[in-house]
């Protein structure tokens, strides 16, 4: 009958709703306790000016190299990172880490005036002293605040117009950058980019994958290129793999390019290997 049925899909429900809550203790466990025996490991890519061909900066990027599952990638974690706002701590730790790694590249002048670009979450925004955070790890790694750039996306700007505009306000008067990572992929209005102390677009990879085959993802990289410019802002490309993308980026003037075609992220090592074989 149609009461029975209501009541298994209550149970069903309920069944459900236990068994997500007990995830999501799990997974906070496993993550604190990661954090706690350095599991998790800071990548870089790097990032290149396609004029003078030079690395000019390096986006950390956060990985789990977990005891038994081995590395695992942060569209994994990073969700349940958030919901458990365990990223508060974890990126925390990035800027700590990333700081401190490009003020060691740049003293032992493999990159000078590298930029260190860190991703940042709308739960770091939203529910910690993001301010308090970025000048606590400018001061430990005494890396000065124009060679840190925060990456935000477009949905926490979007979201939180007001809040937002005072937080980046506070952040930009330290003397750091922000950029818009994804470009193009959230909910948003142009409107926030003139509201907004806004340095540099990334062009998210979705609009670069069938670049030269897809005329559509061409007008729309086109465009975004041509609305940097007029806005007297940087633009860079992410995702680039093939040679025929970065032919296109280069002619359409596209100021730098971050993708496979140069390097993956790599580990610190592997990270100072390449600025030295490059070129
Ligand atoms: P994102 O910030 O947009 O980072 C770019 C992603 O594209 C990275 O994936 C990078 O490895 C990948 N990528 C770059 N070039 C290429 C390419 O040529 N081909 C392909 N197939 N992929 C490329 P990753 O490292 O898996 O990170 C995924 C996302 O996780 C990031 O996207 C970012 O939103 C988030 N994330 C990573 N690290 C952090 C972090 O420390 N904090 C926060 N809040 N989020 C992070
Ligand atoms: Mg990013
Ligand atoms: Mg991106
Ligand atoms: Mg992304």
Redesign the pocket.
């Known amino acids: 009958s149609a009461k029975n049925a209501g009541k298994n899909q209550y149970h069903f429900y309920k069944k459900k709703m236990t068994s997500e809550i007990f995830e999501k203790i799990l997974m906070k466990q496993q993550i604190s306790e990661a954090l706690r025996n350095n599991e998790f490991e800071?990548?870089y890519?790097p990032q290149i000016d396609i004029k003078t061909n030079k690395i000019i900066a390096a986006?950390?990027?956060?990985?789990w190299n977990h005891k038994s599952l081995g590395i695992i990638?942060?569209?994994e974690f990073?969700p349940h990172?958030?919901e458990t706002k365990l990223?508060i701590p974890?990126?925390d730790f990035?800027l700590k880490t990333?700081t401190t790694f490009m003020k060691k590249l740049q003293e032992e002048n493999l990159l000078i005036d590298g930029i260190i670009a860190?991703?940042?979450?709308t739960?770091?925004l939203k529910h910690s002293d993001i301010f308090k955070t970025v000048l606590n790890n400018l001061e430990i790694s005494q890396l000065d605040a124009k060679f840190l750039e925060v990456?935000l996306?477009e949905t926490f700007i979007m979201e939180n117009v007001e809040e937002s505009k005072k937080i980046l306000k506070n952040l930009k008067k330290l003397g750091i950058k922000l950029s818009i990572?994804?470009f193009g992929t959230g909910y948003s209005s142009l409107s926030y980019l003139k509201q907004f102390p806004i340095d540099k677009l990334?062009i998210?990879?979705s609009f670069?994958d069938e670049i030269p085959n897809s005329s559509k993802d061409i007008a729309i990289t086109r465009t975004i290129i041509t609305l940097a410019k007029q806005l007297g802002i940087k633009v860079i490309a992410?995702?680039?793999?093939k040679i025929e993308q970065k032919d296109f980026l280069e002619l359409e003037n596209c100021d730098e390019i971050?993708?496979?075609?140069y390097s993956?992220?790599l580990k610190e090592e592997e990270f100072i290997k390449f600025i030295q074989n490059f070129k």
């Open positions: 800071v990548y890519q986006e950390a990027l956060l990985r990638s942060p569209s990073i990172a958030e990223i974890l990126g990035v990333a860190v991703n940042i979450s739960i770091q990456e996306t990572d994804d990334k998210d990879k670069i992410e995702g680039v793999e971050q993708g496979w075609i993956k992220a």
